[in-house]
T-cell receptor, first 109, second 114 residues
Framework: AQRVTQPEKLLSVFKGAPVELKCNYS??????LFWYVQYSRQRLQLLLR??SRESIKGFTADLNKGETSFHLKKPFAQEEDSAMYYC???????????FGEGTQLTVNP | NAGVMQNPRHLVRRRGQEARLRCSPM?????VYWYRQLPEEGLKFMVY????????ESGMPKERFSAEFPKEGPSILRIQQVVRGDSAAYFC????????????FGPGTRLTVT
């Protein structure tokens, strides 16, 4: 069965520092990977997907099939990046999402 | 577009009562997903519905839980004879179709069973 692991429940960095949120997955097929974000008092929303290979709000994520990882990175964190981040996997043939447990990112001034 | 709507936002039930959670998808969306988030855990898939059809219910507990998405009106997640372990946040998401990659989430319903 597919599984998504986010090893860090909490991550704290200072403004301007690089940040990396880790995500590892297990899935026998070719998955589609996503990062969702939930800012304080807001609903969960899509941040980026691996297929688009774009940078959103300065964040990028590269799918590494050899390491089965999809880490989220930003070179210079901002205070407004403080939020809960979820890595999610969608199976090739289905629609449902399998989520990791989430990482609470805090960017300190 | 008001986005995905869920009500109630908070629901308190005593053990043994029934809980009904409603989800109105975004305008134009015909696919609805329900997820449950237990304390300190990530979201777990429960069920995927299209209008009048259950497509995938592999994440639904075998007993007491049911879901529907009628031709008219919101999708309903129904929990009969609630127990303390049902206390969780229940999220609904919608998408316009099977090929759509993005799911749009509602604000969630927080169920507390006393």
């Amino acid at each position: 069965a597919q599984r998504v692991t986010q090893p860090e429940k909490l991550l704290s960095v200072f403004k301007g520092a690089p940040v990396e949120l880790k995500c590892n997955y297990s899935y026998s097929g070719s998955p589609e990977l996503f990062w969702y974000v939930q800012y304080s008092r807001q609903r969960l929303q899509l941040l980026l997907r691996h297929i688009s290979r774009e940078s959103i709000k300065g964040f990028t994520a590269d799918l590494n099939k050899g390491e089965t990882s999809f880490h989220l990175k930003k070179p210079f964190a901002q205070e407004e990046d403080s939020a809960m981040y979820y890595c999610a996997l969608k199976e090739t043939s289905g629609s449902r999402l399998t989520f990791g447990e989430g990482t609470q990112l805090t960017v300190n001034p | 577009n008001a986005g995905v709507m869920q009500n109630p936002r908070h629901l308190v039930r005593r053990r043994g009562q029934e809980a009904r959670l409603r989800c109105s998808p975004m305008k134009g969306h015909s696919h609805v997903y329900w997820y449950r988030q237990l304390p300190e855990e990530g979201l777990k898939f429960m069920v995927y519905l299209q209008k009048e059809n259950i497509i995938d219910e592999s994440g639904m507990p075998k007993e007491r839980f049911s879901a529907e998405f009628p031709k008219e009106g919101p999708s309903i997640l129904r929990i009969q004879q609630v127990v303390r372990g049902d206390s969780a946040a229940y999220f609904c998401a919608s998408s316009p179709g099977l090929a759509a990659y993005e799911q749009y989430f509602g604000p969630g319903t927080r169920l507390t069973v006393t």
